[in-house]
């Protein structure tokens, strides 16, 4: 669990590289923004980031799918034009969630990357513990790979969810308490705080003391900005 944790603060340190001299980061288009979500969300729909974290490295996408307070797997996903770029490491995992008709030796393998076009999957790259790539090019159609849950739909609807809220991190800390942060620049977080926040008491002090320093722009939720930019914030 503790790497898995560690895993998760890893990924949102890297996304937070959000340039906030950017009129875009205005206070003023922040809160705006910060409304927009509000509306956007609520007590059902939020849900969803009980189970999905979010993070960016370089141009992909990271979605770290949690269950209870540990880290099943993580996803990087990117898109390009007509093309979509998978890659996972936890394949045991992963299959859980997304069945599929291939094996994944993983006493060979550590990364499976499979890449996307109109539907059929055109490429796959197995990388193996001493970091060479193993490239096969093939045309299978992703419902012949993935038998009966497209992973590329689900991490679609999940990026186009992201992109509608406008933020660069999502997280959630079952460990910690039940409250979802979103950050919308380096300096700016808004919490989603329910009526039963379930803090842990190890850290009951030093949440009770961030949400503090926020401010309440809507019932259940928490906006706070940072004097400076953040790690992870």
Request: charged share 25%.
């Amino acid at each position: 669990m503790r790497n898995s944790l560690k895993f998760i603060a890893t990924i949102l340190t890297l996304t937070f590289l959000t340039n906030c001299t950017d009129p875009k980061f205005s206070d003023k288009n922040i809160e705006k923004q910060a409304l927009k979500i509000t509306e956007l969300l609520d007590s059902n729909s939020i849900q969803i980031f009980h189970s999905w974290n979010y993070g960016i490295r370089g141009s992909n996408e990271i979605w770290s799918k949690l269950k209870a307070d540990s880290l099943k797997y993580a996803c990087f996903y990117r898109t390009k034009k007509d093309t979509s770029y998978l890659t996972f490491h936890q394949p045991y995992n992963f299959t859980k969630d997304f069945p599929s008709s291939l094996s994944f030796d993983t006493s060979k393998f550590w990364q499976f990357n499979f890449d996307m076009y109109q539907g059929d999957i055109f490429r796959i790259t197995l990388v193996d513990n001493h970091g060479q790539d193993h490239i096969t090019d093939t045309s299978i159609s992703i419902a012949e790979i993935f038998t009966d849950n497209n992973p590329f739909d689900t991490l679609s609807k999940l990026s186009n969810l992201k992109e509608r809220l406008g933020v660069y991190g999502i997280s959630y800390r079952k460990d910690i308490g039940e409250f979802v942060e979103f950050w919308l620049s380096s300096q700016h977080k808004l919490t989603y705080l329910p009526d039963s926040l379930n803090l842990n008491p190890k850290f009951k002090k030093f949440w009770i003391e961030d949400f503090s320093q926020g401010r309440t722009i809507k019932k259940n939720w928490n906006l706070h900005k940072y004097k400076e930019p953040r790690d992870g914030g």
